[in-house]
């Protein structure tokens, strides 16, 4: 069966976006690891669920803004289709400010079926996890939930 590369996790209304446990702790822990740098990664997974992440190298020096070169990326895309998942969401820290979109955040967003989560290192102790949906030309919060499911 043909899946496609590109996922869609809001787009069922009886299954809510989940993150696995062990995914969410992984982020954090490199994320801290790159504090006080900005550190981004690919989520990917099937459905609504994920259960794997890619981390992404930094591009450029502005440490304020997100964004990617295209070569790691395509090769991050190309990782995913191969392990027959689907690409659902992306992940970048704010080490420091709130876990709020920033004008540039929007200005740089081009997959609104994704996920778009943000996460929020101003105390680093506590670090405040976001996930928004692109809706009407804006970021929506969404809630998720977490999962333990073993693979
Ligand atoms: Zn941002």
Do not use: N
Not at 34 to 48: F, K, N, T
Not at 77 to 95: A, D, E, N, T, Y
């Amino acid at each position: 069966m043909y899946i496609d590369l590109l996922g869609e996790p809001f787009a069922s209304k009886d299954t809510r976006l989940s993150i696995a446990r062990k995914v969410q702790k992984q982020l954090l822990a490199e994320a801290q690891a790159s504090w006080p740098h900005e550190y981004s990664a690919l989520l990917y997974g099937r459905g609504a669920s994920i259960c794997g992440h890619l981390a992404m190298p930094a591009s450029g020096h502005d440490r304020h803004s997100f964004s990617w070169d295209g070569p790691p990326f395509l090769q991050a895309l190309k990782q995913i289709r191969h392990s027959r998942m689907q690409w659902l969401g992306v992940l970048h820290s704010h080490p420091h400010t709130p876990p709020t979109p920033s004008s540039h955040d929007a200005a740089g967003w081009h997959y609104p079926s994704l996920s778009y989560w943000i996460l929020g290192m101003q105390t680093p102790a506590t670090p405040l996890w976001r996930v928004y949906q692109w809706v009407d030309g804006g970021f929506a919060v969404r809630s998720y939930t977490v999962s333990d499911d073993s693979e």
